[in-house]
């Protein structure tokens, strides 16, 4: 089976930087896919790292270490629109796994 | 435009009363995919399929049904609905099996 965890809320201010942290248990790994939800929206794709190190897309970085078997999203310069729930998931052939989510509060 | 459309986008039934969820993408997608989303747990996979007549349960499969007729189409149907199947749906597509990109806008059910 696969399992994801990721912190249930992080809080942090305009302009900061914030970082999502996953960790994950699975029988088998191809990689490790990010996505934003705003409330009740659609799930947005975000990133996909399928090799160890840091991808930058804008204001947006994912993380990878496949030995440690964790990863982290990371978000500078926040926005206000950036409010958002964030889900790590992990794919396997044809399935696709989500942590649970991490709700982040952006503050004036 | 690239898409996955879901409809109807709210449905509020009754106990038993057979329904279905249509899903259809415009990119000819090989893989396709259902989840359903409730407080607290995440978005759990209910069916997917790999192809025109290719399905198989997911996380959660106990009380749909799918079937793959055509490549653009993935219907998620309920043959008796209860309430425990209130949630939010989404269905997905996707090229590979890696990158699951398009999402639907979602189908809020209530079941009474």
New interface residues.
């Given amino acids: 089976g696969q399992s994801l965890e990721q912190p249930s809320e992080v809080t942090a201010v305009e302009g900061a930087i914030v970082q999502i942290n996953c960790t994950y248990q699975t029988s088998g790994f191809?990689?490790l896919?990010w996505y934003q939800q705003h409330d009740?929206?659609?799930?947005?794709?975000l990133s996909?790292n399928?090799l160890d190190g840091l991808e930058e897309t804008g204001r947006f970085s994912s993380f990878l270490s496949r030995s440690d078997s964790y990863g982290y999203l990371l978000l500078q310069e926040l926005q206000m629109k950036d409010s958002a729930s964030y889900?790590c998931?992990v794919?396997?052939?044809?399935?696709?796994?989500?942590?649970?989510?991490t709700m982040l509060l952006v503050s004036p | 435009e690239a898409q996955v459309t879901q409809n109807p986008r709210y449905l509020i039934t009754v106990t038993g009363k057979k329904l279905t969820v249509t899903c259809s993408q415009n990119m000819n997608h090989e893989y396709m995919s259902w989840y359903r989303q409730d407080p607290g747990l995440g978005l759990r996979q209910i069916y997917y399929s790999m192809n025109v007549e290719v399905t198989d349960k997911g996380d959660v499969p106990e009380g749909y049904k799918v079937s793959r007729k055509e490549k653009r189409n993935f219907p998620l149907i309920l043959e008796s609905p209860s309430p425990n199947q209130t949630s939010l749906y989404f269905c997905a597509s996707s090229l590979s099996v890696t990158s699951w990109q398009y999402f639907g806008p979602g189908t809020r059910l209530t079941v009474t």
């Fill in positions: 191809y990689g896919s009740g929206g659609a799930p947005t794709f996909y399928a889900f998931a794919p396997g052939y044809s399935t696709l796994t989500f942590g649970k989510g």
